[in-house]
């Protein structure tokens, strides 16, 4: 019954507007009148680890885009398919009867595809059979890589601005979450900043280049920073890669190609963003085989394993880029041309701008632009028609930097027309003034 109303409610909303179709095709949109009673349900029942997490601010305001009827700038979400030859490659493997689990750590031919990536990208070569592990996405090759070391106490490093699952699984395994905020607009990273979170009780580091989101590329300073900390207290390093085909500066490096840094990080992948298939939820986890053993100890226990044809199509496509660079070549012209439209679009309304070096998003300033912080301009915005997300919401909520908003990119030209007239509609400083 709740299937079929939704399914009609997908169809008007998606045939009045731009964009947002692919989203609405996969989501239930929740009404002003739902979202309440449903937070309260939450609150009432949700554990004490999770409780200060609240929603991912990605559904808050991938909803609000859908009440809106706002384009979505917000949740980083191609809005067009993947590659044709992925979908036919699923297909086929659905045809052929691969619908059963497979093997807990992946499809024999998935494992070896994302290897032979692994030496490309990342620049080491791995055992596939005792080194890769394939996830339900890059999301929960985190979870299953904090499940599977932390005990109780142990402390995680995390580099602020941060995607906000790490913190939440932290949690969720029972570590402690170090905090160390990055100071815009250049968001560097130095020793002096890094340090006083290390300690002997330190576990591991979250590292995330190119980087959700600021879209910096941490160069080799940085990484080395990183690095040696890492070796001086014996910790981990989660290295969440899932941007590495999105560069504009110069190729992405991964830190475990460092010196003496492969036997201590684990280098987590996944195939939604270089195929523009955030959906389908298949990622990985490469690490040392100690290591690996105890994120599968964990990972058998969450999904037992990734949907089997998608891990076939996963093979296909990693094995296509291996062998012809012909795909990441336009994956990333197209990239740069929309990167610098929606950089024209929003300096051209004046906001000030984080040039990005990767990833699909760009950081604009909202005090800059005169609003009081990025909560009441990501409101303003969503009520003019664009859907943004606050990037406080990456930060320690103790202390958040209240100043930047973030846009995603990874949006068709219709769509980010749309939101060039939608914010040239009104000079920002009037949209500004009337925010409260
Ligand atoms: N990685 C995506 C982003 O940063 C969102 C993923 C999610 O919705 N959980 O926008």
Known sequence: MAGLATGAAVTSVSSQSV????????????????????????????SDRLAPFGESIFSTMSRLAVEYKAINLGQGFPDFDGPN???EAAKRAIEEGFGQYSRAFGLPETNRAIARSVALTAGFSADPDREVTVTAGCTEAVAATLLGLLNP??????VDPSYDSYAACV???????????????????????????FSTRTRAILFNSPHNPTGRMFDDDEAGVVARLAKEFDALVLSDEVYDQITYARPHRSIASL???????????????????TGWKIGWAVAPESITRAIRGAHQFLT??????????AAEALNTICEDDR?????????????????????????????PEGSYFILADALGAGFSDDVTAAKSLVKAGIATIPASAFYDQDNPDRRWLRFAFCKREETMREARRRLNAQPLSLLAKSAH
């Not at 989501?27 to 349900?41: C, K, M, Q, V, Y």
């Not at 395994?173 to 130095?190: A, H, K, M, N």
């Not at 037992?304 to 891990?311: D, E, I, S, V, Y």
């Not at 994956?331 to 040039?355: N, Q």
């Open 171 to 197: 949690a969720m395994s029972g570590g402690i979450s170090r905090r160390v905020r990055l100071e815009g607009p250049d968001f560097r990273i130095t020793d002096a900043l890094l340090r006083p979170a």
């Open 327 to 355: 795909y990441l070549i336009d994956l990333r012209r197209d990239y740069s041309d929309r990167r610098a439209f929606m950089l024209e679009t929003l300096e051209g309304v004046g906001f000030r701008c984080i040039h």
């Open 153 to 158: 106490g142990d402390e995680v490093v995390i």
């Open 85 to 87: 030859f992925v979908k």
């Open 259 to 277: 010196d003496g840094m492969r036997e201590r990080t684990i280098v987590l992948g996944s195939l939604g963003k270089t195929f523009s298939f």
């Open 19 to 46: 964009g947002k179709d692919v989203y609405l095709r996969a989501n239930r949109p929740i009404g002003p009148g739902t979202s309440g009673p449903i937070l309260d349900i939450m609150t009432k029942h949700i």
């Open 304 to 313: 037992f394993c990734a949907p089997t044809p998608l891990q076939r199509a």
